[in-house]
């Protein structure tokens, strides 16, 4: 099969993308398909707009690290004058047409939130993740929440604020209690989050969302547990205990900063409880094929859904590949399967008549 990976992007969750991409596309090539990989933002030239000459082009090795720093995106732009504002590269979307199936490798908002998805969409191409509806509604945590809410999952309570200023941060300053989760409605990665314990450490968290809508979140105090659902059906829970801080930027994608526990160490009925939560954000948001979320169990042992994320990361830390592969599903054969649930998602009905005759 010929397989075009899309990775990187302008995102703040671009090294964790070009990350998952060279993962991704080396386990599919070590199946025997095809495969090109490229930066979705860069694109490539004209000259090198060969898809054959891609299939043999070799994955680099420095994709799969993953630097501490988030990344600079106005550096990005400023080395490469010619991208603009577009978010699609050069030749991008012609090779998306020329492949059997995209495997978008894409995290945040230059690949998770809808819009490539709309695009592929129109061009009648067939992609893995969710469709451009479900991807953009989970981008938002603010529209997941209430959806959430409204399918009968307990959620922290919120608000969302309108664009930080002076004026603005003043008020939240004499208004917010503490402790607070403080995050941009549209972030990822933990990148835009801030837990704030005290009024210096909310001044602060504040200051740095100068310019952005905010969402403050009650603050909940407990175990963090993940879980991700593969073709309908909830994988195995896994605990995520950090050295430091919360699970943030660093501590997701530095090895040994995080230790974490596949299956987590939970009661059943808990674990139960937590894969039907995940199936019912799933099913209210119209989410397919595979996604991953967040919840806290509260020292009480409620369980708190936080949100939902579309396109998890495949890193070699990351944590759906870890839960997947407690049931037996290796990396490669994990990818494989998205792939082959993308050719079955992302088709009109009469499409998908002809794919289940053929598969009989």
């Not at 307990?154 to 989760?181: H, N």
């Not at 909310?202 to 009650?218: K, N, T, V, Y």
Request: net charge negative; aromatic share 6%; hydrophobic share 40%.
């Amino acid at each position: 099969m010929n397989i075009l990976v899309l990775a990187g992007g302008y995102s703040p969750e671009r090294n964790v993308s070009l990350s998952s991409g060279a993962m991704i596309a080396g386990a599919l090539r070590g199946k025997g398909h095809n495969v090109a990989l490229i930066d979705s933002y860069l694109g490539v030239s004209a000259a090198e707009a060969d898809m054959e000459q891609l299939f043999q082009k070799e994955i680099c090795e420095d994709w799969k690290a993953i630097s501490t720093a988030v990344p600079d995106l106005q550096a990005l732009k400023k080395a490469h004058p010619e991208c603009k504002n577009r978010l699609v590269g050069p030749n991008v979307l012609r090779l998306a047409r020329e492949a059997d199936v995209v495997f978008l490798a894409l995290h945040g908002g230059s690949g998770e939130d809808g819009r490539i998805q709309a695009a592929l969409d129109l061009m009648g191409v067939h992609y893995t993740g969710s469709d451009y509806l479900g991807s953009g509604i989970a981008m938002n945590k603010h529209l997941t929440k209430i959806l959430a809410k409204e399918a009968g999952v307990a959620v922290p309570d919120w608000e969302i604020r309108d664009i930080m200023d002076e004026e603005a941060i003043e008020a939240a300053m004499c208004e917010v209690k503490l402790p607070i989760v403080v995050k941009v409605p549209g972030g990822g990665s933990s990148i835009g989050v801030y837990i704030a314990k005290t009024p210096a450490e909310l001044r602060s968290a504040l200051e740095c969302s100068l310019g952005q809508r905010m969402i403050f979140e009650q603050y909940i105090e407990g175990r963090e547990i993940q879980m991700g659902f593969l073709d309908g059906k909830a994988l195995p829970s896994i605990e995520i205990v950090v050295n430091k801080e919360f699970y943030n930027y660093e501590n997701k994608y530095q090895k040994g900063l995080a230790i974490e526990k596949t299956p987590a160490d939970i009661l059943p009925s808990q674990e139960k409880e937590m894969g039907e939560m995940l199936l019912l954000v799933a099913n209210a948001l119209s989410l397919r094929v595979y996604s991953r979320a967040d919840f806290i169990i509260d020292k009480a042992g409620k369980i708190w859904f936080i949100e939902i994320n579309t396109l998890p990361g495949m890193t070699p830390t990351s944590l759906l590949p870890q839960e997947a592969e407690a049931v037996g599903v290796t990396f490669g054969d994990l990818c494989e399967k998205i792939i082959s649930e993308a050719l079955k998602e992302s088709v009109g009905t009469e499409d998908k008549i002809l794919i289940e005759k053929k598969a009989e």
